[in-house]
């Protein structure tokens, strides 16, 4: 068992961790209910670590997933020796998580050391059900949802928001090699891939766009509903989540699909219009 100090360093490396990554999530953090707060910290330091040796880290990737899976699997059966992972057990055990979520976004960077492209949506889409949906799961747990038709549809909002993150950084992601958009709609609507390593602007690039930006909002759309399902401040939480995956989309509209060119994003002013929309009891609708 650890002793006190080495919890109270492993919580307070998680703090650290979520507090200087994540650009928004000291807004979402002041959101939350206080007794949430450590806990998602612990459980947020989980995917960032687990995405910086997916993304980031030297030496074999595949091999230091294999020791990051292997440490995990000592929160359910031991003492892990990662502060990320010392400080999960707490939050596992306290909320009685599975370990199917975090091994799925161990598998997901698994994946990204091996394909770089999705032959269809479907290929698409099981991606995002490991690298996205665990993540909609594991904030459930701590809120105390556990049914499958709440986890269902918060797939749909970690999809979309994935999916919208993937349109958002096309024009990044080629220089790394890295092609999310399906294959098989590159081929549908007559966009070929040499197009888009030189950041060709075409009708055909703007209808496929067009085509995964609605199939997005759509998505969007189908997860609205587990806001009404929820209580307390997840609710807010879930609103901004979808009004800022929804006005990413609206900006990738405004500039004609031009993601090469300058990476869509929102400005201050609008995250802050976001802001009091999401704290304020009015419909969300994906158009």
């Known amino acids: 068992m650890p002793?006190?100090?080495?919890?109270?360093?492993?919580?307070?490396?998680?703090?650290?961790?979520?507090?200087?990554?994540?650009?928004?999530?000291?807004?979402?953090?002041?959101?939350?209910?206080?007794?949430?707060?450590?806990?998602?910290?612990?459980?947020?330091?989980?995917?960032?670590?687990?995405?910086?040796?997916?993304?980031?880290?030297?030496?074999?990737?595949?091999?230091?997933?294999?020791?990051w899976e292997s440490d995990l699997h000592r929160v359910y059966s031991g003492t892990p020796e990662h502060p990320v992972l010392l400080a999960l057990t707490q939050t596992v055990q306290k909320y009685d998580m599975p370990a199917e979520p975090f091994l799925r976004l161990i598998e997901a960077n698994r994946m990204d050391q091996i394909n770089v492209r999705h032959a269809t949506f479907e290929d698409l889409a099981f991606y995002c059900g490991h690298s996205a949906n665990p993540v909609g799961h594991l904030v459930l747990y701590i809120f105390g949802y556990r049914d499958a038709e709440r986890q269902a549809l918060a797939d749909c909002t970690c999809t979309a928001l994935q999916l919208t993150n993937f349109w958002q950084d096309i024009a990044t992601d080629i220089t790394k090699g890295r092609i999310y958009l399906p294959q098989e709609d590159m081929e549908f609507f007559g966009y070929s891939e040499e197009e888009?390593?030189?950041?060709?602007?075409?009708?055909?690039?703007?209808?496929?766009?067009?085509?995964?930006?609605?199939?997005?909002?759509?998505?969007?759309?189908?997860?609205?509903?587990?806001?009404?399902?929820?209580?307390?401040?997840?609710?807010?939480?879930?609103?901004?989540?979808?009004?800022?995956?929804?006005?990413v989309l609206d900006a990738i509209e405004r500039i004609n699909y031009d993601v090469f060119r300058r990476r869509p994003s929102l400005s201050r002013w609008q995250k802050s219009m976001l802001l009091l929309r999401g704290v304020t009891p009015t419909p969300v609708k994906a158009r």
């Open 196 to 247: 888009l390593r030189l950041g060709v602007i075409n009708n055909n690039f703007v209808s496929l766009m067009q085509f995964e930006v609605a199939r997005t909002r759509d998505l969007f759309q189908r997860g609205l509903r587990l806001i009404d399902m929820v209580d307390g401040r997840l609710k807010i939480d879930l609103r901004l989540f979808s009004l800022g995956g929804l006005s």
């Open 3 to 67: 002793g006190e100090q080495a919890l109270a360093d492993a919580l307070a490396y998680c703090r650290r961790l979520a507090t200087s990554h994540y650009e928004n999530f000291t807004v979402g953090s002041w959101l939350l209910p206080r007794w949430a707060i450590q806990d998602t910290y612990n459980v947020y330091a989980y995917c960032r670590t687990v995405d910086d040796i997916g993304d980031e880290a030297n030496g074999d990737r595949l091999a230091l997933l294999n020791d």
